[in-house]
């Protein structure tokens, strides 16, 4: 029997499969603390350097584990301090569940030091469960209403625990009126659609002659369903940034991202198709989708909330992935025509073409394609790829390669800047035994993961592979917004907000233990690479990028070339550099294709 209220949590979570925890300590959460202490033979704590990171980290160890994402702090700014990564988590639809210290009970409503309404604070984040601790014999119930509410609806939920109370002695609640009685465990429930609507489904498809398929992140674990229906119809297939690794970039049909970061294939592909089949994608941007009307629409989707919110689908099943896609593949006629797959391979083959081009445009220092494109042919087998906001995920979207077995993920909905690192590192917990790479542009670097690179130093012996590298894209330029700026606004550069100081990030590498790999010509990009990933320690690999070289939507529209124009008409002080960039990245494009 658990001695405290703290000793029964932690026991509790365990039950829950639960085995790490992601936080930071303070006073008023020291009695869990004290317990994970006494259980650390069973439960292990991972100390982030800051509780932002800490929540990131149990975001993306729940999406690179498929398990509970517990993360921890204490009360007041150890808890404000953890919103941006569990909004992170309830944004891309992971099960999260956050534990926060409060003061005690018998000082709550007195403006006491570090007292904040919690409850009001995670309402929003945490709003299918959150819930403040009363009494030692509540608490049975909350964990496994939080923990269970997490898992089944893949959302965050949150927990707060007055300091007086996770030291009392633990009480199993009383069998008598006023109390719950509750137990832990959650079995996933298989989830597909009713026959008719699967033959719905199916009739809609089959009469399709051009169909593309949008995929995210909920058919990561689908490739062979999506695979098997795709070529049944003959289709194609675009990805949303999220579902990157749901289909190996060696198919010859597959189309890449699509978006703003996409590709132009994936681009040509919803624009030509007269019927598309979106799969567990909540993809935002309805301008890169077809025209309304254009395409008869399939979609599937867990979650029915999601279901056509982005393009008027004429059916949406609600169902598991790979499920829906198993009962939906019988009634699928096989499809003799490949005209139209054969049109998207033709458009992919040019388009890695164009890519490579692009990438090996000179650049002053070095071109920040390359950089991906250096690493996308060295990538090991089942590395796990994480990448930041910024410019850096243009260049992870369109120019990495996905094999079978490899993952990859980002701060999709949220795209917050900051999270790469501590998601590698999550990645490191999830999966020990694989290699993981992170991309990172210098902003996120200098605002929060120069810091985590610590967490990796004091961690990372314990690992059972200890491959672990940080590219770090050090162009002194909060790159992506520069070029948001140019393009979307018409603005020039704003040197004051977008320049930033140049440091030596493999320097600090070495300050802290690791090892530190510096690059300022495109030539040394190979050998750096397989320099940092035979390393036997994690590396930071320091690559000095140009950064007028574009980030280029897939299709450039006369409005964004009216902007830029504009831009450099009233001064941007990069002005010669937007120019020549802009130029050699578009005509590299025409080169290829001719």
């Not at 700014?77 to 992170?88: C, E, R, S, V």
């Not at 040509?268 to 994608?281: P, Q």
Request: net charge negative.
């Amino acid at each position: 029997m658990a001695k405290t209220v703290g000793d029964f949590i932690v026991a509790r979570l365990g039950e829950w499969g639960v085995r790490r925890m992601f936080g930071y300590p303070g006073d008023g959460i020291n009695g869990v603390f004290g317990a994970l202490h006494r259980a650390s033979d069973k439960m292990e704590f991972i100390q982030a350097r800051h509780e932002e990171m800490a929540a990131f980290m149990a975001a993306a160890y729940a999406k690179f584990s498929g398990e509970l994402g517990v993360c921890i702090a204490t009360s007041g700014p150890g808890a404000t301090h953890l919103i941006t990564g569990l909004y992170d988590a309830r944004m891309d639809h992971q099960p999260v569940l956050a534990i926060v210290g409060q003061q005690a009970r018998r000082a709550l409503g007195g403006r006491y030091q570090q007292e904040l309404d919690l409850a009001a604070l995670f309402k929003d984040v945490a709003s299918d469960f959150v819930q403040q601790a009363a009494a030692p014999a509540q608490v049975r119930h909350l964990i496994d209403r939080a923990a269970r509410i997490a898992l089944a609806n893949r959302t965050v939920t949150a927990i707060i625990l007055p300091n007086d109370l996770q030291e009392m002695p633990y009480e199993e609640p009383a069998r008598k009126h006023g109390t719950v009685h509750s137990a832990p465990g959650y079995r996933p429930p298989r989830v597909f659609p009713h026959g008719d609507d699967l033959q719905a489904a199916a009739d809609i498809l089959n009469a399709g002659k051009k169909v593309a398929i949008l995929v995210g992140a909920g058919a990561l674990n689908a490739a062979d369903e999506v695979i098997a229906v795709a070529d049944r119809l003959q289709a194609g297939a675009a990805k949303a940034l999220l579902g990157k690794a749901a289909l190996p970039d060696e198919l010859p049909w597959v189309t890449g991202s699509i978006g703003l970061l996409g590709t132009e294939p994936s681009w040509n592909l919803m624009r030509n198709c007269d019927t598309l089949l979106m799969i567990g994608s909540g993809f935002p941007y309805s301008e890169f989708l077809p025209e309304d009307g254009q395409a008869r629409g399939v979609q599937i989707d867990i979650n029915p909330h999601m279901l056509s919110l982005r393009y008027p689908m004429e059916l949406g099943l609600t169902g598991d992935a790979a499920e829906t896609l198993r009962a939906l593949l019988p009634l699928l006629r096989e499809n003799p025509d490949r005209s139209w797959r054969e049109t998207v391979e033709k458009d992919v083959t040019a388009w890695w073409k164009t890519l490579d081009e692009r990438a090996h445009v000179e650049a002053n220092p070095v071109n920040p394609q390359r950089v991906v494109s250096e690493l996308s042919l060295r990538l090991p087998d089942n590395v796990v790829v994480t990448s930041d906001s910024g410019s850096c995920a243009n260049w992870y979207a369109r120019d990495l390669k996905m094999r079978r077995g490899m993952k990859g993920s980002l701060s999709g909905g949220l795209a917050s800047m900051g999270a790469a690192v501590p998601y590698a590192i999550a990645a490191k917990f999830a999966h020990s035994e694989r290699p993981v790479v992170g991309l990172v542009g210098d902003g996120a670097m200098q605002m929060n993961n120069l810091a985590e690179m610590i967490t990796v130093a004091k961690y990372w012996k314990t690992w059972t592979n200890p491959t672990f590298v940080v590219c770090v894209f050090n162009n002194q330029d909060l790159n992506q917004v520069t070029w948001e700026q140019r393009v979307m606004e018409g603005d020039p550069k704003f040197d004051a907000s977008q320049s930033i100081p140049d440091l030596r990030y493999h320097k600090f590498a070495e300050l802290i233990g690791l090892r530190g790999i510096f690059v300022d010509r495109p030539n040394q990009l190979g050998a750096a690479w397989e320099e940092a990933l035979a390393a036997d320690c994690p590396v930071i690999l320091e690559v000095k990028t140009d950064p007028e070289v574009p980030p280029l939507p897939p299709h450039i529209t006369f409005e964004q070339m009216r902007n830029i124009t504009s831009a450099l008409m009233t001064g941007d002080s990069h002005e010669a550099g937007v120019i020549a960039g802009t130029f050699r990245q578009l005509f590299a494009g025409i080169l290829s294709r001719r």
